[in-house]
């Protein structure tokens, strides 16, 4: 991966862009996968024109013959930094959409508190894959133990909210976050689902686990 980041600088059509390991669970996980990794890019996209992956990765998948998973997303609403960048733009809080979804929830945990967030995870990403309308998740970092993310995808924005704000586990997790001053960094962010190519583990990401 670390080769990747030279054409990824010098792409001229992305204008944000991380290399993330992955976890071996579907979320925030202690155990990196190190067959698993994942590419974000944000790219300044005309309206008529398609973002087109560097030559160069291209080429290295293909000749590795990697599996491939690939969406083409767009934000409609969220909030927060990375790298103390609003790196998708800015976003509304709310939209009224409510079909399909994808979600990216990242932070950057203090280092003072990776006791603290690492005892809830589990317990929270057991509640995730059983929630109504979830469909997949895939954990991913920058980091081990303290750059995290998960990107997850659901049937609606409605279910996601519902786990998000009414599940004990989670909301209570989201009331600590805040009280103990968990994260240095943190977003969150919505996205529609355009297009998706590709498999994951053998599967489309958009069938629920079972």
């Known amino acids: 991966m670390a080769v990747f980041r030279l054409p990824m600088a010098a792409h001229p059509g992305i204008r944000f862009w991380k290399l993330l390991g992955c976890g071996r669970n579907g979320t925030f996980d202690k155990t990196p996968d190190w067959r698993q990794w994942g590419v974000l890019s944000v790219w300044n996209v005309q309206p008529g024109t398609r973002h087109q992956t560097p030559d160069f990765l291209t080429q290295w998948w293909k000749f590795f013959r990697c599996e491939l998973c690939t969406f083409i997303l767009e934000p409609i609403e969220g909030h927060g930094t990375w790298d103390n960048q609003p790196c998708f733009g800015k976003l509304p809080r709310?939209?009224?959409?409510?079909?399909?979804?994808?979600?990216?929830?990242?932070?950057?945990?203090?280092?003072?508190?990776?006791?603290?967030f690492w005892q809830h995870v589990e317990a929270v990403a057991q509640r995730m894959t059983q929630a109504e309308g979830f469909i997949s998740s895939v954990g991913i970092g920058e980091v081990p133990w303290i750059k995290q993310a998960t990107f997850s995808i659901w049937q609606s924005k409605s279910a996601m909210k519902a786990f998000a704000y009414q599940s004990y586990q989670h909301s209570d997790v989201i009331r600590k976050t805040r009280t103990e001053d968990w994260y240095s960094e943190e977003m969150f962010?919505?996205?529609?689902?355009?297009?998706?190519?590709?498999?994951?583990?053998?599967?489309?990401?958009?069938?629920?686990?079972?």
């Open 94 to 116: 709310q939209t009224d959409y409510d079909g399909m979804i994808a979600v990216l929830t990242r932070a950057t945990i203090r280092s003072g508190k990776l006791r603290r």
């Open 189 to 210: 962010v919505r996205f529609v689902i355009h297009n998706v190519s590709g498999t994951i583990n053998g599967r489309s990401p958009l069938e629920r686990k079972t």
